[in-house]
């Protein structure tokens, strides 16, 4: 579902790479921790998924899609397919819930029918469909991050991403946003999230993996706490698919 392989990426003027020949492979429906400090190569890691980044070296393959054979006229079109979740939560304003949701699903080319029978459900299942009517900045943080969510799932994508989704939320609002992701997670949506909060990683003890200085320094693949000190890393188990990545071509 996510393949990376081998993946290097440096930015000019940096000493060291953002990323140093990372390998990882995330199974369809497995739900991700992405942990490190700042700086480790969390943020960049998802900038290749997304392809705001390209890599110096090494394949990048999403959802059967090689990243490799995606034109940039196509990039728009590759991102609808995914989900993604920011920690600001980037909202449109002057539109209503019910519009943030719709908006996406305009922009993807659904129907007006289409929509009205979707905005709704999606909705519900973030516990917001009372709340339709009312614009962003009546709702309160976690409310916001729920609007964020239901536009990035309303297109049902096989993969969601959500890059720091609880760094402005309180304890319990936080508690509910992952308790939603899991959720969804297990509607059969492959997560991926990255976080510093160590409680909900500890909490959910799903796979985690752990980055440091551009490299994975552990890969928790169950039960895994969060443990930035790659001296535990006993469990570490990069995934280097080799042949797997032979003539697995596709262009959107």
Same mark, same amino acid.
């Given at each position: 579902? +996510?393949? &990376? *392989?081998? /993946?290097? =990426?440096?930015?000019?003027?940096?000493?060291?790479?953002? #990323?140093?020949? $990372?390998?990882?492979?995330?199974?369809?429906?497995?739900?991700?921790?992405?942990?490190?400090?700042?700086?480790?190569?969390?943020?960049?890691?998802?900038?290749?998924?997304?392809?705001?980044?390209?890599?110096?070296?090494?394949?990048?393959?999403?959802?059967? +899609?090689? &990243? *490799?054979? /995606?034109? =940039?006229?196509?990039?728009?079109?590759?991102?609808?397919? #995914?989900?993604? $979740?920011?920690?600001?939560?980037?909202?449109?304003?002057?539109?209503?819930?019910?519009?943030?949701?719709?908006?996406?699903?305009?922009?993807?080319?659904?129907?007006?029918?289409?929509?009205?029978?979707?905005?709704?459900?999606?909705?519900?299942?973030?516990?917001?469909?009372?709340?339709?009517?009312?614009?962003?900045?009546?709702?309160?943080?976690?409310?916001?991050?729920?609007?964020?969510?239901?536009?990035?799932?309303?297109?049902?994508?096989?993969?969601?991403?959500?890059?720091?989704?609880?760094?402005?939320?309180?304890?319990?609002?936080?508690?509910?946003?992952?308790?939603?992701?899991?959720?969804?997670?297990?509607?059969?949506?492959?997560?991926?999230?990255?976080?510093?909060?160590?409680?909900?990683?500890?909490?959910?003890?799903?796979?985690?993996?752990?980055?440091?200085?551009?490299?994975?320094?552990?890969?928790?693949?169950?039960?895994?706490?969060?443990?930035?000190?790659?001296?535990?890393?006993?469990?570490?188990?990069?995934?280097?698919?080799?042949?797997?990545?032979?003539?697995?071509?596709?262009?959107?």
């Amino acid at each position: 579902m +996510i393949l &990376l *392989d081998s /993946v290097t =990426k440096k930015y000019p003027g940096d000493d060291e790479p953002a #990323l140093d020949s $990372v390998s990882l492979h995330i199974e369809p429906n497995e739900f991700v921790f992405l942990v490190g400090k700042s700086g480790a190569g969390k943020s960049t890691l998802m900038k290749m998924i997304t392809k705001e980044e390209i890599p110096d070296s090494g394949k990048i393959i999403i959802g059967g +899609i090689d &990243l *490799d054979y /995606v034109k =940039k006229r196509d990039i728009p079109g590759y991102r609808r397919r #995914l989900g993604v $979740v920011f920690q600001d939560f980037k909202l449109l304003p002057r539109r209503t819930v019910y519009e943030n949701v719709a908006f996406a699903l305009e922009i993807a080319g659904m129907s007006g029918k289409e929509i009205r029978k979707t905005v709704p459900k999606v909705l519900e299942l973030v516990d917001l469909l009372d709340q339709a009517k009312k614009f962003p900045d009546q709702l309160s943080g976690g409310q916001q991050q729920r609007v964020s969510i239901a536009r990035s799932v309303a297109r049902q994508p096989k993969i969601l991403i959500a890059d720091e989704p609880t760094a402005n939320l309180d304890k319990l609002t936080t508690e509910e946003i992952i308790g939603l992701l899991k959720k969804i997670n297990d509607f059969g949506t492959t997560i991926l999230v990255t976080t510093h909060n160590e409680n909900i990683v500890n909490t959910l003890k799903k796979r985690v993996v752990t980055l440091k200085d551009g490299k994975i320094v552990n890969d928790q693949k169950n039960h895994g706490i969060y443990e930035l000190n790659e001296a535990v890393a006993s469990e570490h188990r990069v995934q280097t698919p080799g042949h797997a990545l032979k003539n697995k071509k596709k262009v959107i």
